[in-house]
């Protein structure tokens, strides 16, 4: 299989069941891929909790007191069977708005920002408040569409504020790879994507 026949496959799949609807197809695509993570160890138990306002942004979360961490995902969907063009300025301010929303649940800023709530937000705000004594490590997880990593566009870890933050991009080429090593064709992957090999 090659990488645009597996986005295609991933975005049909994706739009299986569920409403109309940009927020739905962001929820959809933000859980499938969390089960790529789910598979390689890089989550434990996400929560898809969707908000989204001008300045800040979160898809789902997961959090950890063993390891003293929060992790918030942001996703950038686009509806489309080919891969989407996605500009670095998304992506950076997707990061931005992931990190505005813990700063704004830290400083007690948040709840007066946002327009309707559900169990997953309380539950965010909750284990944000609750553990800030506690949590240490704050990871920022985007996924995006583009099948070009720029590891120049992600954020540099640092600490600040009592927390050592952590950037990370998925985009759909890495995603493709976890598929491969789900199929057991991982040790192949150099060789495939230099010659573009099909190994369905």
Known sequence: MKLEDFFSDFIENTLIDIEDSLEAFEEAVTNDILEYLKDCGEVLEPEICSVKMR?????????????????????IAKKGNSIQKISDTDVISAFEKAKNTISLIRNGDFEGKIQDSNDSIDELIGIINDSKNIIKNARIFCF???????????PKDYEDDGYFWDYEL???????QQYLIRSGKQKNWKLISKMNIDIS
């Open 170 to 176: 998925w985009d759909i080429e890495r995603i493709f």
């Open 55 to 75: 300045n800040f942004k979160v898809n789902a979360f997961d959090y950890s007191d063993e390891n003293e961490s929060i992790d918030l995902f942001v996703t």
């Open 144 to 154: 995006d569409q583009r099948d070009l990593f720029c590891g120049n566009i992600v």
